[in-house]
């Protein structure tokens, strides 16, 4: 299984600042993705990222606001930009696996982010 | 679009009951999970069901999958304090959608 690591695991940040988040894989993956889990919710899928092209965002997320790279297939950053109340969230890496002969999709430990 | 609703929200079961968790979604899907999420915690893979009839156990934990009715179903059995966490159920078609989570607590 893929073992996947986050950092930072938590920030407090002021609005209107930026923050990057990384996220790093210990097998190469094709697919990686970010999600968003605000508190009591669910996961909700911001972006994929495939390394050697653009990422691919869903409705609602947009790249200013949250631009992400692929620079090789271990690793990835989101960044979020111009920092409001409303981003405090978890957000979340993932990856998908196929070693064990099928997919399986396998979740960072998350940044906790606060925004002020 | 893929829409995935998953009931109950909220479950407060006794121990040593018995309970089931249920997860509808609206077209086909390539393949469906179940997660276990605790406090503060990441997710945990529980099961990857991939096929019609498919039926995964661990423990007190068992999954199946109804493609043709679109529904997935996580049974509880005997409850322990120790399953006490948030269950997701998430469907993949082109990408992965999650059920809204169900927050299970067992009570003594």
């Known amino acids: 299984s893929a073992v996947i690591s986050q950092k930072p695991s938590r920030d407090i940040c002021q609005r209107g600042t930026s923050l990057t988040i990384q996220c790093q894989v210990d097998s190469q993956v094709t697919m990686m993705f970010w999600y968003r889990q605000q508190p009591g919710q669910s996961l909700t899928l911001i972006a994929t990222?495939?390394?050697?092209?653009?990422?691919?965002?869903e409705s609602g997320f947009v790249i200013d606001k949250f631009p992400i790279s692929r620079p090789n297939l271990t690793f990835s950053t989101l960044t979020v930009s111009n920092m409001s109340p409303e981003d405090s969230s978890i957000y979340l890496c993932?990856?998908?696996?196929?070693?064990?002969?099928?997919?399986?999709?396998?979740f960072g430990p998350g940044t906790r982010l606060t925004v002020t | 679009e893929l829409k995935v609703e998953q009931n109950p929200l909220f479950l407060s079961m006794q121990e040593e009951k018995n309970y089931t968790i249920y997860c509808n979604y609206s077209t086909t899907s390539d393949r469906l999970y179940w997660y276990r999420q605790d406090p503060g915690k990441s997710l945990e893979s529980l099961f990857v069901l991939l096929s019609n009839g498919a039926v995964k156990q661990e423990g007190r934990l068992m999954a199946s999958l109804d493609t043709k009715a679109r529904l997935s179903t996580l049974h509880i059995t005997a409850a322990v304090h120790d399953l006490s966490a948030t269950y997701f159920c998430?469907?993949?078609?082109?990408?992965?959608?999650f059920g809204a989570g169900t927050r299970l607590t067992v009570k003594p």
């Open positions: 990222a495939n390394q050697g092209s653009e990422a691919t965002y």
């Open positions: 993932s990856v998908e696996d196929y070693t064990s002969g099928f997919y399986e999709q396998y």
């Open positions: 998430a469907v993949v078609r082109d990408d992965m959608r």
